[in-house]
């Protein structure tokens, strides 16, 4: 039986979008100017004046070895409780590739207190749902894996995609992440976007990165 894909369904016809950071500090104004300019494709809002809601910050959440002291975010495999930590956390990966259920209750999901737009997001269409008002998407974002690693630096300031542990890790969380966050998000019984944020390669070929191969893509394969 083929099952009806509502991702089928959607037909962009020049409907607007945003990007996710919004200048404000108040999420009830946030989704305020986001559906009075883009009530078609809404999108849950980031706070950057909310540390926890920084790119960095909000999806390193749950990764071993990565820590939050003082205001810094940084990453440290030389713990003695990293090794068992990693190895429980490629368990619950493989363990959430079979069974995209296990998700939810999973260090792939991201919280509400790190993400408190995206699960008012979906309370939000569904508001407006039951009133009649109906989108044609919902759009959701995440930070990237080679943004995430060329900002992510352990305490001497070596940037994590340099450390092969730290960037497996990185791009296999940040993919159970995303599906995380699309699995969630079509509860909204809406077409989901997903936009990948990777301001940082706009640094390629300058002297930020001249160690960097321009097929990074070769990093981030599997």
Known sequence: MTQDNPSSRFQANGLATLIGSLPVTDHREAFSL?????????????????????????FSEGMPGIIEEDGRT???IQTETFADEMLAYFEQYLAALEDPSLLPNSPF?????????????????????????TVAAVKGQMTGPFTLLTGLHDREGRAAYYEPTIR??????LSLKGAWQVQMLAESQAPVILFIDEPALAGLGSSAFLSVSLDVSQCFSG
């Open 109 to 133: 999901a991201v919280s509400p207190d790190r993400a408190h737009g995206l699960f008012a997001l979906k309370e939000a269409v569904a508001v407006n749902t039951a009133a009649g008002k």
């Open 74 to 76: 940084y990453f440290d």
């Open 34 to 58: 986001i559906f009075e300019h883009t009530p078609d494709i809404p999108l849950w809002p980031q706070l950057p004046s909310n540390p926890k809601e920084g790119m960095l910050s909000q």
């Open 168 to 173: 497996e890790m990185v791009v296999k969380g």
